[in-house]
Nanobody, 123 residues
C-alpha cells in the first residue's frame, strides 16, 4: 500500500497561482503513475493530470491543459501540481493518487488516495 499526503491547498483569487504537493511513502515501488483528481460539490471526481515516476511523462485533462503542470521528485517521492491562471470553476477538493498502471486515467485505475486538499478560487 502507498500512503499519500497532500498539502498546499487554500484560497486564491482568479488568475492566481497555487502549487499542491503530494508526498508518497510505503510501497512506492508498486507505483508507476501518480495522478491528480478533483471533486467539486455535487460533481463526480474528475481526472486532472498524471505523471509517470520513471520517465516523467505527463498528460492532462483538456480543461487544465496549458494552465496546470505536474512534476515529480523521485529522490523525495513527491509530486507537485502547479496551477496557474486559476478560474472559479477550478474550485474543488484535489486528490493525489497512485496507480500501478502506465497511463491510467480513470479513478478506478488508481489504488491509493490521499485525503484531499481544498482549493477555492474566488472571482
Amino acid at each position: 500500500q502507498v500512503q499519500l499526503v497532500e498539502s498546499g491547498g487554500g484560497l486564491v483569487q482568479a488568475r492566481g497561482s497555487l502549487t499542491l504537493s503530494c508526498a508518497a511513502s510505503g510501497r512506492t515501488f508498486s507505483s508507476n503513475t501518480m495522478g491528480w483528481f478533483r471533486q467539486a460539490p455535487g460533481k463526480e471526481r474528475e481526472f486532472v493530470a498524471a505523471i509517470r515516476w520513471s520517465l516523467g511523462s505527463t498528460y492532462y485533462a483538456d480543461s487544465v491543459k496549458g494552465r496546470f503542470t505536474t512534476s515529480r521528485d523521485n529522490a523525495k517521492n513527491t509530486v507537485d501540481l502547479h496551477m496557474n491562471s486559476l478560474k472559479p470553476e477550478d474550485t474543488a477538493v484535489y486528490y493525489c493518487a497512485s496507480s500501478p498502471l502506465f497511463r491510467p486515467r480513470e479513478a478506478s485505475d488508481f489504488k491509493s488516495w490521499g485525503q484531499g486538499t481544498q482549493v477555492t478560487v474566488s472571482s
